[in-house]
């Protein structure tokens, strides 16, 4: 199956069939970035700084190793496309084991337990991110206008999206055994269907079937790049401010809402079907507006709603249930909308067909930054200023409050200025992105 053709169209069919590896893909972003600290913290009673140390030290690794695994997934690409699924799937295997292993430990004790979910971690995120650069260097190779763009990341993102409710639901529903297998099974069924999906088109050497390596440079090629510079610095700002209240989220519903667990997966759920639900309005104001500033629309909602959950307290599940919806229409432009303007950058420099492993290693590398920075510091940092795990100390729950709604909010406002500074004002009409 070649390329889609027709600019800004893409076949159900087809979007399906690439965009089905998301979902498996979404379950292993959910456990490991929200479930897995409170897992650890609240079943195994390990130390928040302990657990905040693990976490920082294993996505740091998981960032540090993704522009490197981005240079391995061009290399792959300059082979064949079957290069790629086969190395996919080996990483699907290591990843569907890891999973496993992280949420039933063979051992006790805290340190033989910090030890051992050090080394799961590093296994499951080195799979994950191999797998997870190579869908989404397959997606950007696809090529398109910002239509096509958006919509073949839409797919992606769509799929995660099912991936995530599905996984916020399972644990609580089945419990966490149930919710690894059908994790196991959507792996297996996504990596199917991704075989079967469009594949990009044939470029230089390879159409010769000739092998020839991307280059040394590769690697560092898209700091050269102004543009890529300009959207990865809106990237992470706006990567941060969504990374803090995920690890937060769990510890806020508990402790400041004093919701009971049957309610969790309400406001998870609502919260990731409002986003799916969402994408195709923002794929239509992508039409008309472009892809910027839909993107800075989505950044201001985001703020104006998530806002008031610095003001809720003990009792307040319904209204935390609302600005979770609603959060979540806000989240379907985090989603579908800056993957599609990198692939714009990529287009517009020149290096299509080439090096998009590279930009989206760097570009994984900002997404795990801003999570380890998120659990590493955060974490600690609660602990230091006196909020504890189940704690109902009004100065420890309003720190949490502070952490969880406040700072979130600020980082948006400054992603948001940044956005339009950096990046919309340097893009008149539709187009991704203007010669600096």
Request: proline share 6%; glycine share 10%.
């Amino acid at each position: 199956m070649t390329a889609p053709g027709a600019p800004g169209t893409l076949p159900a069919r087809q979007g399906l069939a690439y965009g089905l590896l998301g979902l498996p893909l979404a379950f292993v972003a959910l456990p490991l970035y929200v479930l897995l600290p409170n897992h650890y913290a609240r079943a195994y009673g390990m130390p928040l700084a302990t657990l905040g140390a693990v976490l920082l030290a294993a996505r740091l690794f998981d960032a540090a190793t993704d522009p490197l695994l981005g240079r391995l997934s061009d290399r792959l690409f300059g082979r064949s496309t079957r290069t790629v699924l086969g190395v996919g799937a080996g990483s699907a295997v290591v990843l569907a084991l890891g999973m496993w292993a992280l949420f039933f430990p063979p051992v006790q004790g805290e340190q033989a337990l910090a030890w051992w979910a050090l080394l799961c971690l590093l296994a499951t995120y080195l799979a994950y991110s191999q797998l997870s650069i190579a869908h989404q260097s397959w997606g950007a190779r696809l090529g398109g206008d910002e239509a096509l763009r958006s919509r073949i990341v839409a797919w992606r993102e769509g799929a995660a999206l099912v991936g995530v409710v599905l996984a916020s639901l399972l644990p609580s529903l089945l419990g966490l055994p149930a919710m690894l297998g059908v994790f196991a099974a959507t792996l297996v069924l996504g990596w199917w269907a991704w075989a079967c999906a469009p594949r990009p088109a044939a470029q230089g050497a390879d159409m010769h079937g000739v092998y020839h390596p991307a280059q040394h440079a590769s690697l560092w090629r898209p700091w050269g790049r102004p543009a890529f510079r300009r959207l990865l610095v809106v990237f992470m700002l706006n990567g941060i401010a969504s990374a803090i209240p995920a690890t937060l989220v769990l510890f806020f519903v508990q402790d400041r809402l004093q919701a009971p667990s049957t309610q969790e997966p309400l406001f998870l759920g609502a919260y990731f079907v409002c986003a799916a639900l969402s994408i195709p309005l923002w794929l239509r104001a992508v039409g008309r507006f472009g892809l910027a500033r839909t993107w800075l629309m989505g950044m201001l909602l985001a703020v104006a709603v998530f806002a008031w959950t610095a003001l809720l307290g003990s009792g307040d599940a319904l209204a935390f249930a609302v600005v979770c919806a609603l959060s979540g229409v806000a989240l379907g432009t985090d989603l579908a909308l800056p993957s599609a303007l990198l692939a714009g950058v990529i287009a517009y420099e020149g290096d299509s067909g080439q090096h998009e492993g590279a930009y989206f290693g760097w570009w994984n590398f900002a997404t795990k930054l801003n999570l380890a920075l998120a659990a590493g510091l955060a974490l600690p940092l609660l602990a230091l200023l006196g909020y504890t795990p189940g704690t109902r100390s009004e100065a420890g729950l309003q720190t949490l409050s502070l952490a969880y709604a406040v700072l979130p909010c600020l980082l948006k406002l400054a992603a948001a200025a940044a956005l339009y500074l950096l990046v919309v004002r340097r893009t008149p009409g539709s187009a991704a992105f203007q010669a600096p």
